[in-house]
């Protein structure tokens, strides 16, 4: 990378303004969808992308550092400063090609990466300037739409054939991440899908308000382009065994089939109809169309409807149900300070009316004489010391208060996908249900098969999971061609 760093146009790009007023330039903001409008729609980005002036401006605030901390904090190790200076030289075609090489998802994750907690929360000028980072996420996005809004299609290098077979199980963020990398080492690669839509977590998780369904398929587009098979409506170790695969010559299998069991509070109402978990209502919605009267699919949409929970997953589930007309609000246990979701999704939803009851904890669901949710008690709590995650940990009070409700989405985290283990006794699982790994390459006790993704991390972010991927495709690679 400090071969790129030393090449002329660099040299003269870093001559053309002094780092001093660099330094000076505010943050760009990015343009939002207003509040009252954006709630009438489910599949309106909320985020509306920024202007050229805007993102060549906003890469002009890069320092093109001799030690760019930012890659440190990818995990997927884009060269940042790199795709960021061609901005500023307006070159966007060798800007999209620069990210391809280590990004199969860009456009993906330019929208739903954290990067404040990521390579933002690395740049020289937060770390030691004091200053707002540069907004890495946002120029990302912006290289990528202008590829796919341009008719145009960057294609990175593939080597030539080595006519190899491997397998993904499942086609979430870390299978694709891995079957692109793959693809570009010339392995003939197929991705095994359980479901009707090919994405996983990123089609049926993330509503398209934030991430919008045809840009999932452009990306899945340029795999294809890449020359990664896609096969759907098929459950790997149950449609086929491993080992059917075998005998047709696949010579290795990464399992990417993510965190699909949602966790439960197991108090007392809980199973009440009308009660369900996030994984139900996400999926339901924005993978099966529920909310869409030309579809099969049912799914209740209440007047009052709470969510439980303060991650990403809970923001989404309740700026749906505002979306479909609801009285929506958040129930969490921790106050808005400690909530694990982006602070720009939490900013989102206060915009869009969305009522947050921090510091409160669901104690017991009561119902209808038909057995339909109606109420919920809750429990007060405080903060006391940090616990292990650094953050205060809450404490149960006395007083309780009840609360109407005709819908409650459950949105506490999940647990891994149980199908492969179960199929694969010589699989090493901890307690928890995650597939165990070798860190350094990601494979597992079995010699051929390596792993990623919520199935090893039990639910993570899309970059971590696509993170997986790329660094268990460089430990299959070496494993098949070490003799």
Known sequence: MNNRRNEEWREILRKKMPAKDRVAIDRVKMNELDPHERIKWLDKEVNMGLTEEQVVREASRCMDCANPTCIEGCPVNIDIPTFVKYIEDREFDKSIASLKESNALPAVCGRVC??????EANCFLQLK?????VAIGYLERYVADLERE???RCVPYIAKSNGIKVATCGSGPASLSFAGDMAKLGYDVTVFEALHEIGGVLKYGIPEFRLPNSIV???IENLKHLGVKFEKNFLLGRTSSFDDLREKGFKGFFI???AGLPNFMNIPGENFNGILSSNEYLTRVN????SDENYDT???IGKRVAVIGGGNTAMDSVRIAKRLGAEAMIIYRRS???MPARVEEVKHAMEEGIVFMNLHNPTEYFADETGHVNKMRLQKMILGEPDASGRRKPVATNEFTDVDVDLVVVAIGVSPNPLIPMVEKNLNVSKWGTIIVNEENNQTDINDMFAGGDIVRGGATVILAMGDGRKAATGMHKHLTKN
């Open 150 to 152: 341009s008719g145009k």
């Open 256 to 258: 990417g089939s993510g």
């Open 217 to 219: 398929d452009f990306e």
């Open 114 to 119: 954290p990067q404040e907690k990521q390579c």
């Open 129 to 133: 300037m004091k200053k707002e980072p």
């Open 287 to 290: 993978l099966m169309r529920a």
């Open 336 to 338: 808005r300070e400690e």
């Open 298 to 300: 049912p799914v209740f």
